[in-house]
């Protein structure tokens, strides 16, 4: 069988040809021979294969990129790429059930007290922050304690970056006590827009701080519910029956790219703009995720700034985290690889420990 046209390749593909003339742009999957004067394509039917994976991973929503990286695997380690890929999918889709479940329960009349009671869990938890090997300041702040959990990153190369970070961790504060679950996202979205007040009122007083900002990700616990404020880079990531989960998506310009396909994750490590965010606590009242969790006796949760997980690797946090036991112990650890692979920036870490009480 001779070269086919993107007309009838896009048939037995069903991939439609707007969809295979981005994918040759992304080098996802190039054709076998470009007309020269037309610049029409054709494709091999042996293409046709790699053509249907793709389709196939599409449908079950794996980024292009990620894609791409399946594709070039051999056929049993792409299996087990796409199989994790597919539990941080549930996962997320867990995460969005529970919220559905309580918000519903939460409409329909049912006392928020009734919830709380339903199993009452706590935390052990530890925190550590590091200036690391490189910075003459440490713009990170933290906090952790029986309710809350935070961690802000001042914006490295800003004025006022340690400012920033303590403004929006003292906008926290003092959410660390008792609240019905109910109240849980609507706290947390209010002490956002306290912080953003905080730094308007900040750059007022002394304007020499102006373009001062700050990322945070924080959880508030209530019983067995657990909401998650997100903006920025920093991440929160849950250990869960051995197998770890990022659960914040990053506000940064290279993730889009990576989200949109158009670089790979290899790509962005080392893309010129991997720092550039495009959301932040800064003043502007730019919209944080919000989240509610359902979380679970056994679960370990890891709170940090992008001066760890940019040197440690995923895998390595997982060791970390699956092999130590006290969260004091881990939190050290993990700052000690942090600056063992150069600490070039701050590192803080907040782990916390879901138990039964």
């Known amino acids: 069988m001779g070269l086919l046209t993107i007309g009838s390749f ?17 080098g996802l999957l190039r054709p076998a021979h470009v007309d020269p004067v037309s610049g029409y394509r054709f494709y091999d039917p042996g293409q046709l294969e790699r053509a249907l994976l793709v389709a196939w991973l599409r449908r079950i929503g794996m980024p292009l990129a990620r894609i791409r990286m399946v594709c070039e695997l ?13 539990s941080g999918v549930e996962s997320a889709t867990a995460a969005r059930r529970d919220l559905a479940a309580f918000l519903i329960d939460y409409l329909s009349g049912k006392d928020a007290a009734m919830l709380d009671a339903h199993k009452t869990l706590g935390i052990r938890y530890a925190v550590r922050s590091d200036i690391g090997l490189h910075r003459e300041l440490n713009e990170d702040s933290a ?8 961690v802000a990153d ?5 004025a006022g970056g340690e400012v920033a970070s303590a403004a929006a961790i003292e906008a926290l504060r003092p959410l660390d006590a008792e609240l019905p679950a109910g109240e849980l996202l609507n706290a947390l979205e209010h002490a956002v827009h306290q912080a953003n007040d905080s730094l308007q009122q900040i750059v007022q007083t002394d304007p020499s701080l102006k373009g001062l900002g700050t990322t945070l990700t924080a959880m508030l616990w209530s019983g067995s519910q657990l909401a998650l404020v997100h903006i920025g880079d920093s991440r929160a990531y849950l250990l869960r029956d051995g197998e770890l989960f990022q659960i914040t998506h990053d506000h940064t310009l290279v993730q889009t790219l990576v989200d949109e396909g158009r670089i790979t994750l290899e790509e962005a490590a080392s893309h010129p703009q991997r720092s550039l965010l495009l959301r932040a606590i800064d003043g502007k009242q730019s919209a944080p995720d919000l989240q ?10 890891l709170l940090c700034s992008d001066g760890l997980y940019t040197v440690v690797s995923a895998d390595r946090l997982r060791q970390v985290l699956s092999t130590v036991a ?4 881990v939190v050290r650890q993990l700052i000690d690889l942090a600056n063992q692979g150069g600490g070039p920036d701050n590192i803080t870490c907040v782990v916390a420990d879901v138990v039964e009480l």
């Not at 896009?10 to 992304?26: G, H, M, N, T, W």
């Not at 906090?143 to 935070?150: D, H, K, S, T």
């Not at 969790?293 to 679960?299: L, M, S, T």
């Open 10 to 26: 896009a048939k037995a593909s069903r991939l439609s040809p707007k969809a295979l003339r981005l994918y040759d742009e992304l």
């Open 74 to 86: 051999p056929a049993p380690a792409a299996a087990g790429e796409v199989s994790a890929y597919w």
């Open 143 to 150: 906090y952790a304690g029986a309710r809350l959990l935070a």
């Open 154 to 158: 001042g914006l490295g190369g800003h």
């Open 292 to 301: 509610l969790h359902d979380a679970k006796a056994g679960d370990r949760y």
């Open 326 to 329: 006290d969260p004091d112990d």
